[in-house]
């Protein structure tokens, strides 16, 4: 399922949805091949080195990948499919909450997101990234603040409403 629009329009334009698609984009890009040499795997969070630095044994920058991690995607369908639903649904919560609130609602729930993994799994070396919990938190205060509105989305290959 697709998600395409919904019945809801705002006079106000999404800023930050717009800023965080361009991040997203834009980090994705540079880490296929035309960064600085860095890869992903540098700046994806890795719950046991989080682990490590609660403890006081690691290294103090690894706490950096919890943010920079909710930048990084896994392939190009990881990317399109964050950004499709991203525009979907954060242009109304945008407009709903302001942009300050909606920015730092945005980044708590990816920082959740990423503290919820390191909970559930915190001696594993495997890299962690995706903004996913940070769009999950998105959908969840759309789905609060707009109960009633129409979503149109497809299915391939019937559109819907």
Known sequence: MIPLRDNYFSRNTALVTYTLVGLNVLIYFWDRG??????????????????????????????????????????????????????????????????VRYALYYLAWGILASATHVFVDPYSPIPTLGASGAIGGVLGAYFLLFPGNRIRYYIFPILFH
Do not use: W, Y
């Open 34 to 99: 035309m960064g600085a040499g860095s890869v992903f795997a540098d700046f994806a969070m890795r719950p046991n080195e989080v682990v490590a630095v609660l403890q006081g044994k690691g290294d103090p920058t690894s706490m950096v990948t919890v943010f920079t991690s909710l930048f990084l995607h896994g392939n190009l369908m990881h990317l399109i499919s964050n950004v499709i639903f991203l525009l979907a649904f954060g242009e109304n919560v945008e407009a709903a909450l302001g942009s």
